[in-house]
């Protein structure tokens, strides 16, 4: 593929600009060996059905050896293919033909915590001095003999635990078994920048970066302040929430990485995407302030409330602050899908493309997440098919696989995802819901995706300012971009689509909920709730 460099500043957008990106998540896309697990082979032959809707970036979830223990999250080796997910041979096929669609190809890289099995940390907590103890970060219990510090794990208990061979307690800010390396080790440097070439050698265009908002740690570990009491606090979630992480995420020292990496990804013309999980706007502008990270995504999307005024909020003040380099996501292996958490059915699906229409408008990259093209809901699972070890390990607590069930595509056994008697997670959907299905239907929510995709590329860059229209307590959010504009329902009744002074005309060049008719005259615009529309705003007198 041609390879444009980005500039060594990459405020300017390179080859990703208009970008559509779209998340694989790879052990339940598709299953080509009959194990009832998905694989990179599996992906090739399902790479066509990308290409036809449209995007251009795949994301791949974490595909090297790992005990899984967190799925792939806890990465053994970081330059090998996991043969229940294939071979190196696969990925580099997996490459070639991506590249041979138009397809750019990102990978997901776990720089936070490796393995437990990994042999840095099996060298590490051999004993005390031997090279490899600085990768991971070890401490000295407290004069009690109970963890160095306050800090708590994402997945449930204290963030350290205690090696009884050593003597010291280790860091881990997820599960046990996912140890956290030491990024005050130049030696950790040296090993990631050569895990980044080894890909990029490959023909890799990019990774994604795990949990890119806490690389480093508080050089001095002192204890998180409490936001509220702990005390009869049992859900995993609520417990890490309620310390204020300023001393174990967000630590300003991580950005000197990705300035780092971006030269090395800039030989190869390749992206970086962070998993910025930060709070705010500001946060995530200081982490990708242009020179490190290329784009990082913005996680207020998950946890909207659907009301204008909430949904304005959350998204402006970002575009404003962020612009091209945000990652627009709404879906993820991580959250509850978007069609269950605006409300199900017809009502979560028409709200779901409704905000992703809106979205798709702004600076900034769009991410699709498996399954959401379909609108497809969360699978509501018996606790006996749980696998996610937040929940099983924190009962209670709610975990993440009702949305990582296997991808509906066709009608036949297993929705064509596998051939096995049993999948690792049940295969939850109807073969109404699968790719084939929807495909045949030419007014599915299947095509309508396809079809915003279609607009959106027509469009080509858009015009740099965003300019927002309307009232901010208004049931409408909208914005245009020169004479295009972008406008999303809210509310709970039909409302009229704000054109600004002049009153012009629109048309409708796409809606979420119909496929209009591309010649649809001109005219003032009403959008049912939860229906968002692309329109051209020309002058009533017929110029534009
Ligand atoms: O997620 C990291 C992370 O910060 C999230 O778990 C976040 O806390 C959560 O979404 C808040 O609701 C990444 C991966 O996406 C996740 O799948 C892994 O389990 C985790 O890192 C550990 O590697």
Redesign the pocket.
Known sequence: MPQQQPDADSSTPSWWANSVGYQVYVRSFADSDGDGIGDLPGIIDRLEHLAWLGVDVVWL?PFFPSPMA??G??VADYTDVNPLFGSLADMDRLIVRAHELGLRVVADL?P??SSADHRWFQASKADRTNPYRGYYIWRDPAPDGGPPNNWLS??GGPAWTLDPTTGQYYLHL?LPE?PDLNWRSEAVHTEFEAILRFWFERGLDGFRI??A??LYKDAEFRDNPLLRPLEGLTNA?DR?ESLDHCYDLLQPESHHIFRQWRKVAAEYGAILIG?T?VGTPRQLAELVPGDGLDIGFW?GT?KLRWEAAHIRETIREVAELVGHRTGWVTS????SRPATRFGGGDLGRDRSLGLTTLLFGLPGMPFLYQGQELGLEDAVLRPDQLTDP?EVRNPGTPG?DGCRTPMPWDRSENAGFSTAAKTWLPVWHSPEESAQAQREAETSHLHLVRRLLDVRRQLGTLDSTVEWMGADEASIVAYRRGDVLFALNAGDDCALVPTGAGDPTLVVLYSSRSFVDPASTPGPVTLQPGEAVIARLGDPAGGR
């Open positions: 979830t967190d799925f999250y806890d776990v936070n915590h994402h997945f997820f996912q795990d949990v908002h806490a979630r890490f998993e999980y996680f998950m993820s292996h991580d959250d937040v993440r």
